[in-house]
């Protein structure tokens, strides 16, 4: 084997955890007793554990991981498990390097699939393949269940969790859950979601309509709040942009915003629309920002105080794909805050 060149080095099938280190460890040793002068070989910075709800969240993952590869050398455990199926434990490895900069940025990929009553204890499959002193992240990819992800066995296990609160039928329901063991558990790992991610572009567009020279005055008379979307019942997403301005608003007397469902437009959960109504003294400002796909428009009036004004304008707003949704919560390590308050708030409790 060589590591000079780029693209698929090792691939193997076998069967038994047992066999799955022992196989890791002569690919990883072979690679390094192979390197050669002109690069180094960098291999993994993190180890990315993915717990999937069933073979098709598997390959869209697998291939998140090999798309992310050049900027995350990574040894990624992609893990289906059925505990109703006959006990069994089977993977498939591969070893995936590319040259990069003078470098070769090294993949190891672990595809598991386990069966039976070993299926029921994440931890016991997952700690054999682990690096030592390398960061563990746990992606939930697809929506596995919560309840064993969300274990304290499970999250003791890893430094960051990654899953998108939008892939599960009941957005509330899974909201008020990773709430709840936010309060319950003394220490939680930092929580990157992704429906949060996709909610930046909305965020940012708030933030900039309140900081202009004429709305600065108006953000502590907001008198009403309405959040839209493309979904019933309201999608994560939406519930999660309400949780924020909930938090962000938080005083005697603010708005609870309201989410409603506009029907016939947009994709299942997208973030449709947002208004905003304020006072200040006896002038009334109305901030819309609206739109779907990539495109975004903010209108704003004033009026009031013998003098009124509008503009509207238009802006781009990408709405990312996994790989890049992914490969940002990887460079993420500390715990987020604003999304914290947001989560609580969305679900109704409190920080």
């Known amino acids: 084997m060589a590591a000079t060149g780029a693209g698929l080095l090792r691939a193997q099938h076998v069967s038994g955890l047992h066999a799955v280190t022992r196989e890791l ?5 072979s690679l390094l007793r192979a390197g050669d ?11 990315l554990v993915v717990a999937c709800a069933d073979r098709e969240s598997a390959e869209q993952a697998a291939q998140v991981v090999e798309r992310t590869a050049a900027s995350h050398p990574t040894r990624a455990i992609v ?13 498939d490895l591969s070893l995936s390097c590319s040259a990069t900069r003078g470098e070769q940025i090294c993949v190891e990929l672990v595809r598991l699939e386990v069966g039976g009553e070993t299926a029921l204890h994440l931890r016991s499959v997952v700690s054999p393949l682990l690096l030592p002193d390398v960061p563990v992240y746990l992606w939930l990819a697809g929506a596995p269940p919560l309840t064993q992800a ?26 008020a859950t990773l709430a709840r063991t936010v309060e319950r558990l003394p220490s939680v790992p930092p ?15 708030l933030g900039r309509a309140f900081d202009t020279r004429e709305l600065r005055g108006f953000a502590r008379g ?32 603010s708005p609870v915003p309201a989410v ?13 629309g947002v208004a905003i109504r304020a006072r200040q003294r006896d002038r009334v400002a109305r901030v819309e920002i609206s739109g779907e796909g990539d495109r975004r428009t903010t209108s704003i009036t004033v009026e009031g105080a013998m003098r009124s004004l509008s503009s509207t304008w238009t802006s781009g707003a990408e709405r990312p794909g996994l790989v890049e949704l992914v490969g940002t919560q990887l460079e993420e390590q500390g715990a987020d805050p604003v999304y914290l308050a947001a989560l609580l708030a969305a679900a109704g409790h409190r920080m």
């Open 150 to 175: 969300l274990s304290p066995d499970a999250l003791e296990l890893c430094e960051r969790l990654v899953l998108d609160s939008d892939a599960y039928p009941d957005p509330a329901a899974t909201l």
């Open 222 to 253: 907001i008198e009403e709040v309405e959040v839209r979307c493309a979904s019933t019942p309201p999608s994560a997403e939406a519930r999660l942009l309400a949780g924020w301005l909930t938090s962000r608003l938080e005083r005697a007397g």
């Open 79 to 91: 893990l289906v498990a059925d505990p109703a199926a006959a006990p069994r434990i089977e993977a």
């Open 25 to 29: 460890a002569e690919m990883r040793a």
């Open 191 to 205: 929580i990157g979601d992704l429906a949060w991610s996709r909610l930046r572009p909305w965020r940012e567009l």
């Open 37 to 47: 002068e002109t690069r180094s070989v960098r291999l993994s910075v993190l180890t």
């Open 260 to 272: 409603l469902h506009v029907p016939g437009y947009g994709s299942a959960g997208e973030v449709l």
